[in-house]
Structure formats: C-alpha cells, structure tokens
C-alpha cells in the first residue's frame, strides 16, 4: 500500500499533513497547489496507525525515507497538531512549522465551533449534525466510515464561506476506526493541558495561517502560542473558511503567502538526499 503521493520533483522540502483525523487524501489540493506555486517537491503522507505515538513514528519513516535534510511540515486542522507532535520529537526534520485552519490548542474555545458550525446549518442539516458525534461513538465499522463521511461533508458545508467547486479526485473513503481512536486521545491531550506542554517545547520555526471565517477561532490557537511565549508569525486570511485552497476569495492569497513561507523555510537551508 502506497502511504505517500509525491507532486513535483525531488528533492522533497515539503510535507502537507491530512486532517480528520482519519481523512485520507484531504490534503491533495494543499499539497498539489503548493508545488504548484513553488515548484518544490511536495509529500502528501497518509496516516494509518491508531495512536498519537505510532502516527509521529510513521510520520518519521514516510520523511526520512524521501529526505536527508529538513522538511516544512504544513499541517491541516488534526494535521496541524500532529505535525506539531512530530516537530516536538523530531526538531531535526522540520526546517519551519506551518499551522494552517488549527483546531484550538485549549478547551476555551471549543463550544464556539459547534454553535459557529449550526449557525450555518438548515434546521434538518442541525439535527442530524447534533446526532452524528454519539452515532459515531458507538457505531461499528464499517458503519462508523461512511457516518464520518456524512460528518464530514456537514462540516465542510458549515466551515467553507465562498467554496470553489473542486476538480480534485474522490479521496479515499474516510477511516472511521482510525479517526475514533486518534481523537479520542488528542481530545484528552487537549483537555489535560499536555498538548500545551508539549508545543511549548517546540523549538522550530512556526507560521499560523487562518482564515477569519473559519468556525475555529482564531484566537484559540493564537492566545495560548502568545501565553507560551513562543515566537510565531500569524497571518489572518479575510473572506476565508476552514480550508484555504478550496477558498474563491483566498486560495490564490493563500498560495502566495505559502510560497513565501517555503521560500524562507525557517532559515535552515535544505540539505538534498545524497
């Protein structure tokens, strides 16, 4: 089984990493449009594994295989946060961190999302919205797949403010198992203020890019990066959604932004492999 899509030529400076958790492929369009602005090499690494500690580890195996030298890690949603986690380990790998659409780091601004997210809703589209999490909880594979991709498509109708019409292939099916089991612990890493601690150790260079439309707020990433004390830059996109290159009005600024930031790569020149 392939767990790497490969867009441009090697060497390989870039790695977008997928959200869901368990959302195979949903990273494709970031990855593609970033070598197409940049015209880096750019990794798409699927996850498989079923806890945070296996997910880094894969991670590390699908990088280093590809690459000797750093890699800008530009993460989606869970993929921010895993690609976090993967920096706090491994800060060796990673010339810069980008944090794009990232979930809130601390439970203040968690209830915002929900009411942010039916706000946008039809009245049928809430009720069934407000259902989906318990189903998914107690449904069996492979039931819980295609309710995490009824979820899904819910929470891009509700988090996208002026969505293009994609000409991305289907991805592959969303892996239910996987996103139980994965939130589930980033959920109480989240809760117990361990994610905290852990991006407080991070020692790379690190990029937020958000859109102000996003149904995530905001400042549930940048307030608790300024309490850390920890040096960042923030960039707001305006008339944006959850996902930037799925965007009308943001996904050519969000490119551009993008290349500037792998241009810059942290400071920390790319070595080539041998």
């Avoid at 039916?118 to 009720?127: D, N, T």
């Avoid at 099916?173 to 203020?193: F, K, Q, V």
Wanted: glycine share 10%.
């Amino acid at each position: 089984m392939t767990t790497v899509r490969k867009y441009g030529t090697p060497p390989w400076c870039a790695a977008a990493i997928h959200g869901g958790p368990g959302a195979p492929g949903s990273a494709a369009g970031l990855a593609r449009g970033l070598a197409a602005a940049t015209g880096a090499g750019v990794l798409e690494p699927f996850q498989t594994k079923r806890t945070i500690r296996a997910l880094v580890e894969e991670l590390y195996a699908q990088l280093a295989a590809e690459s000797a030298g750093f890699v800008v890690l530009a993460g989606h949603s869970w993929g921010a946060w895993l690609a976090a986690l993967f920096a706090q380990k491994y800060p060796e790998k990673v010339g810069k961190l980008i944090l794009i659409s990232c979930a809130p780091l601390t439970e203040v601004c968690v209830p915002k999302i929900a009411a942010r997210r039916m706000a946008r809703l039809g009245e049928k589209e809430r009720m069934r919205f407000a259902e989906l999490p318990a189903l998914l909880a107690g449904a069996e594979s492979p039931g819980r797949d295609a309710l995490l991709a009824e979820f899904g498509t819910l929470c891009a109708r509700s988090d996208a403010y002026a969505p293009l019409k994609s000409d991305e292939a289907p991805s592959p099916p969303p892996d239910g198992t996987l996103h139980r089991a994965i939130w589930s612990e980033a959920a109480e890493l989240r809760r117990s203020g361990e994610l905290l601690q852990l991006f407080s150790q991070l020692k790379v260079p690190i990029s937020v890019i958000h859109g102000d439309a996003d149904p995530h707020p905001a400042e549930g990433v940048r307030e608790p990066l300024k309490s850390l004390g920890l040096p960042f830059t923030f960039h707001l996109l305006p008339r944006c959604g959850h996902t930037p290159w799925e965007e009308k009005f943001a996904r050519e600024p969000f490119f551009r932004l993008l290349a500037r930031e792998l241009a810059e790569n942290g400071g920390r020149p790319h070595r080539s492999s041998p």
